[in-house]
Every structure is written in structure tokens, then in C-alpha cells.
């Protein structure tokens, strides 16, 4: 394994070095980066934006808005938030399985004498307060799994920015998000920097990895990342889109995420679909949208079509019925 050392607080080139990491290196099968944002909302890959954040807040507080490659829910980071970044060639054996590339958080913090537990689908905890969400994405075997870690962050500025949809509240069982976090430094027995925090988990991951080395960055491939930041992962198109166009909408949520479409339906014939959501999956929906075009919108229409591909790929740990149902009833 090796690590890149990033000091960069860009949101837009911090995913922008992630994606690099994670489509360019291929010849490293091991890769693992830490990196802190500067105040910024970090969009799930299938999210549709504008219905994930508090725009007139963010706009007027000149918080970043970012999309990135993997899938889950919207995250708020700020300069109290460490991220990490593990890429791995052996995406069979770890894929989905958040619990094992937490290890290094948890044992970090046990070091520190904070108990920590993996709870939920991707969630990690210290006495039933979140303060860790992580995702993962996959590209040609490839695994990217990423994390963000709640250090000391202000958690006024986290609830004001994120529109969090009262479903997932309810599925939660309390009242609101800010009694479902915490921050690390406030459970600490001793009080430290994220920046020492920061030095601690890859002090652990070398401990882990003896044969840790660092990879170095050549001018070169920092200049395409900057590229990819400033033509990619900093545009609106990227981060927004286009908002959908849409005669019928559905909020359907599951145990392993939720799913809202948008369909414009002439003559009962589907003729678009958007499909947003925090859920996870191998492969883009991109796919399932294409599919579906020109079905009649009928639930065994829907299932029919979707009983012919391997419906895992795209949601993780949902069945075909379950999708069906979150298009038309």
C-alpha cells in the first residue's frame, strides 16, 4: 500500500485527486489518502442537488457544494472534518464491506480511549451518536472507499446547510439530525487538533502496513488533477444538472436507502426517467433509466424489465421488487 499526502482544502480538487487516485493509478493496488475541506456539502453520485441542500444558506454563506463518484447521502465537511481515502485493486473482497476499512478509525480511537462501533448500513459511532458516514464506488475491479470523520465541526452550520428529508428522520427515530451526531474531540479525554488526528490514523495505517510507502505526485499528473477540478468536479454541470422535467414523482424508502423518481409518462408510455437516491451500487443507473424507456408505466412492466438484469449491481442489498415499487406502485 501507499499513501498521498494532500494539504489541499479545494473540495472540487480533493475529489478531483480522489478520482485521479482512483481511474489513473491503476498499476497501485493500494492506495490511501487524508484530506480536509474547506466548508462544503459533498453530494452522493445520485443525488439530485438541489433537493439535498439549503442553496440560499450555502450560496450566502460561500459554502462549497461538490458532487462525488461513490453513492450515499450529502455530507457537510469544514476545516474540523478529516477525510480518508482508501483505493484497493481487490474490490471482491471488500465490496460493501464498510465494517473492515473502518478498522483503522476505530483502533485509532481505542488508542485514545474512545470506544467506537460500525453500526447500520455504513455508519460508525460512539454511544449511539454518528460521526462517521462512509461510501464506496467501484470503476473496471477497481474499489474506492472513502469516509468523513466529524472531528470538531459546527454542527449549526451542518443543520443549517443540509435539507434532510423528514422520511429519513422518522426512519431514525428521533426528532432531528443534530441529536444523531457528535463530534470526536468533544469525546475525547484528552483534547487534541484534527491535524494530530490526522497524523494518528496514518501512524495507524502504517502500523497496519509495514510496507507503507509514500507516492509522490509528479508536476505533471498534479496539473491534470487541477484540470479535472476546474473542467469536472468545479462545474455546475457536474454538481447539478439540469433539475428533471417530470409528470410523476415517488419517495420510496428502504432499510438499504432511498430511491425518487422522476418520470414524464405520455400515453401511459414512459418517455424520461431520473433516478436520485443515497443508495449504494456497483454501476450507475444510467443504465436502469435507459431500460425503461418506452415501458408502459406499469408495475408489472417495470418488474418485467427489471427482472433481466442483475438489479444488485445498481442498489446494493434491495430486491428487484422493492425497485419496482419505488418507480410504480
Known amino acids: 500500500m501507499k499513501y ?15 478520482a485521479y487516485a482512483f481511474r489513473e493509478l491503476m498499476d497501485e493496488d493500494e492506495l490511501f489518502i487524508l484530506w480536509i475541506n474547506e466548508p462544503a456539502i459533498i453530494i452522493g453520485k445520485h443525488q439530485n442537488t438541489i433537493e439535498e441542500i439549503n442553496k440560499e444558506y450555502t450560496d450566502a454563506h460561500g459554502i462549497h457544494v461538490v458532487r462525488r463518484l461513490s453513492g ?6 469544514d476545516l474540523n472534518n478529516l477525510n480518508y481515502t482508501i483505493i484497493s485493486n481487490k474490490s471482491d473482497e471488500g465490496a460493501f464491506d ?6 483503522p478509525v476505530i483502533a485509532t480511537l481505542a488508542d485514545l480511549g474512545v470506544k467506537a462501533e460500525f453500526t447500520g448500513r455504513n455508519d460508525l459511532e460512539i454511544d449511539g451518536k454518528k460521526f462517521c458516514g462512509n461510501a464506496q464506488a467501484y470503476y473496471k475491479g477497481r474499489m474506492m472507499h472513502h469516509g468523513c470523520l ?6 449549526t452550520v451542518l443543520g443549517n446547510t443540509l435539507k434532510v428529508s423528514k422520511d429519513k428522520i422518522e426512519s431514525k427515530g428521533v426528532k432531528s439530525v443534530r441529536a444523531r451526531v457528535t463530534n470526536i474531540l468533544d469525546q475525547l479525554p484528552e483534547k487534541i487538533t484534527v491535524q494530530e488526528f490526522s497524523d494518528m490514523i496514518l501512524e495507524k495505517m502504517k502500523e497496519t502496513y509495514p510496507d507503507m510507502t509514500e507516492y509522490v505526485l509528479s508536476d505533471e499528473e ?11 468536479f468545479g462545474t455546475w454541470d457536474w454538481t447539478y444538472g439540469k433539475s428533471p422535467e417530470y ?21 401511459s408510455i414512459i418517455t424520461s426517467i431520473k433516478i436520485y437516491g443515497d443508495f449504494f451500487g456497483v454501476r450507475g443507473v444510467e443504465d436502469i433509466e435507459k431500460l425503461l424507456i418506452g415501458s408502459r408505466y406499469e408495475h408489472s412492466d417495470i418488474l418485467s424489465k427489471l427482472q433481466t438484469i442483475d438489479i444488485s449491481q445498481y442498489f446494493s442489498r434491495m430486491t428487484v421488487e422493492e425497485v419496482a415499487k419505488a418507480i410504480v406502485a
Do not use: C, W
Open 72 to 77: 450515499g447521502g450529502a455530507v457537510y465537511h
Open 4 to 18: 498521498i499526502v494532500n494539504t489541499s482544502h479545494n473540495p472540487a480538487y480533493n475529489i478531483a485527486l480522489e
Open 247 to 267: 409528470t410523476i414523482r415517488r419517495d420510496v424508502r428502504y432499510p438499504a436507502g432511498k430511491i425518487s423518481t422522476f418520470v414524464n409518462v405520455e400515453n
Open 98 to 103: 464498510f465494517k473492515t476499512f473502518s478498522q
Open 222 to 232: 498534479l496539473a491534470k488533477i487541477q484540470a479535472s477540478a476546474d473542467q469536472q
Open 150 to 155: 466529524l472531528f470538531d465541526v459546527d454542527m
